[in-house]
């Protein structure tokens, strides 16, 4: 048998305790099944007087994360420190340079650096894993990078942001406003004290940069996503969504054009019968369509036990001796994804208005719709007094909810379309967009 | 860059013409994705002068398989002929005897000759992959050799065959017969003319000991899971199921239990709210409950495309260099499963008796149900004259339909509690007993 793949650990949170002791639990049965034994043989952290209910005895300790990814006695380096710059990411270039493979949670530091440290990988001869980063207990990487080489791909779209999806779900079921849910997300630990990585859509764009260089060969670049998050959706697009058929989800999107990779992140509104609306709470799912088959893998995005089993897969690989390029393809190759041109997206788009009540209205807005041959596949006018006015007295002056969807058309046509009736003044407030995703 | 890894394929159906058009068509990538080019180089089929849609000029033929399987020009022989004895399997020995590493599509093979092929192979140093094998196009295998190694196991349940899933969702969607619904599924090419290989469950069990066998180390074996098919499953079945908040599948179930693994095929009622509950038409589905994660893979389970391209994944992880044992533990440590006991098997019951209308009735099925100490979570007893009594007329002698869902009991409780049911004369026809599944 092969001598031990000896680990060296940088951060001991909830992940990296995780892994320490899923290491220990798994021993004999990892070195039965890859044929190799693994080790942990050192781990870095700030506070070493901290209880971290893992066994850490016999473990040399570095206080430097940096000197642990130096140190020669290592094999693989696994970076659970975080962050896109500081010490993760000298941890990682001091590893990569001393020989190591590393495997790492850090979707940040790979969405923003992965081209860099992919090419240092490859010129060492030295791997970079992170089915962590993405999806958490989702195989998503895995089944990108391994399973799917027959298929070209067309679409991978995902629930990556269990934040995002728990409050949408909680609005949907409860009848619930963002805010109220986004108050319970926190105190739930669904959320940070500052939710703006996750509820606009930062987190998902970070996960998508990832899975678009896996899937079509285009280097990870958060700056070349649209990004809408989710604090415009209220329960009236909600309950909406439910008479028409779909359900909202916050989805990253990388889609295959013509010309080039569309990667986009917004609220979007999914048929009901897609597994992916079936996705409650904080699950995470991700939908990939190749043009030989066409998968949908449900499980749990974050929490320590799915991501140290994350962690703990590709550890396993290695142990294996698989190995293969960070990202699936050379770096060197890797495409400059092309800044996101939103404006050009086409599609169904799900259009609330909040329209004046009086004569000519409705007319003219679908004068406006057809100025840019836009053809509506619905609409929907909601009497006042609905639920979703609440308990105000009604009057002449409140507005009527419409609600339009269309076929196939562009994202400029549309955007044209309402600064048209907003001229007209016809609508009270500010309309809602949300995309369709369809088949 | 390394030599080309050099194919033989056995058998030009449409899956193995698949693969043959999938490796010519993503023969750059592959190369550029795994580091080494991948080279159909011979392939054998009974009739040479069939057309197949696909380019065979250059290759050598072969009208013998097993003589393919025993060239010493190839590295990887592809067998995808079918049938677990006669050429199929001597062509696989013959492989492994010449040192190739096999790919195959061949569940019943494996099920029947896993353990000592898997013996063999490792003795030779060779592997044996058949990610095709399992839920076609869906990277079962993968994610339970690989990615989830530092997961115990609990449970691996999955609609692991189209046709019946088929014919269960158009029963419940258009309120057809098993019989029409077979009938239509034969029509298009989802059912054979024989359909007892699929509807009776042996497809099922041939998968199940598969997923057994990577999921908690046991011997692949059918003789040793409990099956049921589909054929006794009536429209009167999936509206109860309906009604209380269920669907009816059916699952090949491997769960671990306190001494053993329980193995079982048979239909099954499943929370709507599942991801697998949701899951139509021909679609497999694959639910994985690990220590870490819980996992849901929804895809293809067949068709040429599908297994087309998991036969390409596991020949893209041989260029990549990934070995490993063929169930992800050597066969020698591969335990027997044991015979199922489903006597023993513990769970809630959904049981539908045809209840004679006449005083007494009731109480006497509560009566025996007290007797085995089996507490009911819910009774539901439909008037005589609803929808699935047709249009006859109604009469004081028609049983009406009287359904009970258990709380967890055991099988032998429940088989005992009907037929001191039946002694009493109280059920008109024989009772229809589907086992629960729940978290």
């Known amino acids: 048998m092969a001598p031990p793949l000896k680990i060296g650990i940088a951060g001991l949170g909830t992940v990296g305790a995780g892994v320490v002791r899923m290491l220990a639990r798994r021993k004999d049965e990892i070195a039965a099944r890859t044929g190799r034994a693994v080790e942990v043989v050192a781990v870095s952290a700030r506070d070493p007087s901290r ?44 590893a990569i340079a001393a020989g190591h493979t590393v495997v790492t949670a850090n979707k940040a530091l790979l969405a923003h650096h992965g081209v860099t440290l992919a090419s240092a990988a490859e010129a060492k001869g030295v791997g970079i894993r992170f089915e962590a980063a993405v999806a958490g207990g989702i195989p998503v990487i895995k089944t990108l990078r391994e399973a ?62 990832l899975l678009a260089a896996l899937a079509f060969g285009v280097q990870p670049d958060p700056d070349a996503i649209h990004v809408e998050g989710i604090r415009s959706i209220t329960l009236a697009d909600l309950e909406a969504a439910d008479e028409l058929g779909y359900r909202i989800k916050l ?64 550890i396993c690989d290695l142990a294996s001796g698989s190995s293969g390029t960070p990202f699936g ?26 329209a004046v009540d009086r004569p000519g209205t ?60 907003e001229i007209d003044g016809v609508i009270a407030l500010p309309p809602q967009v949300i995309r369709i995703e369809k088949d």
Not at 270 to 297: E, F
Not at 333 to 351: F, M, S
């Open 51 to 94: 209880n971290r209910d893992c066994d850490l005895s016999g473990l040399r300790w570095f206080d430097d994360a940096v000197a642990l990814a130096g140190d020669p006695e290592i094999d693989v380096f696994v970076e659970l420190i975080g962050g896109h710059e500081g010490v993760a990411k000298a941890a990682v270039e001091v």
């Open 362 to 421: 409705a007319a003219a807005i679908a004068r406006h719709m057809a100025e840019q041959n836009i053809s509506l596949e619905s609409i929907m006018q909601h009497r006042r007094g609905r639920p979703h006015g609440g308990d105000r007295a009604e009057s002449a002056e409140d507005p009527a909810p419409v609600v339009l969807i269309t076929y196939a058309t562009n994202e400029d046509a549309v955007r044209r379309a309402i600064a048209a009736i």
């Open 148 to 209: 799917l080489l027959g298929n070209r791909i067309a679409r991978v779209s995902g629930i990556l942001n269990g934040t995002c999806n728990y409050i949408l779900t909680r609005m949907r079921d409860e009848g619930l406003s963002f805010e109220s849910c986004l108050d319970q997300a926190q105190k739930l630990g669904y959320a940070e004290a500052d939710p703006t990585f996750d509820v606009d859509g930062f987190d998902t764009a970070h996960k998508l940069s």
């Open 251 to 314: 989805l990253g999107v990388a889609a295959r054009t013509e010309s080039t990779v569309e990667l986009r992140v917004h609220p979007t509104m999914v048929p009901k019968h897609w597994p992916i609306a079936q996705v409650s709470g904080v699950t995470n799912a991700v939908a990939i369509d190749g043009d030989a088959v066409a998968l949908t893998l449900v499980g749990p995005g974050a929490g320590s036990d799915a991501t140290a089993s994350a962690v703990v897969g590709d």
């Open 329 to 354: 393809w050379r770096a060197e190759t890797l495409r400059p994804a092309g800044k996101a041109a939103i404006q050009r997206h086409e599609g169904g788009y799900y259009i609330r208005l909040a």
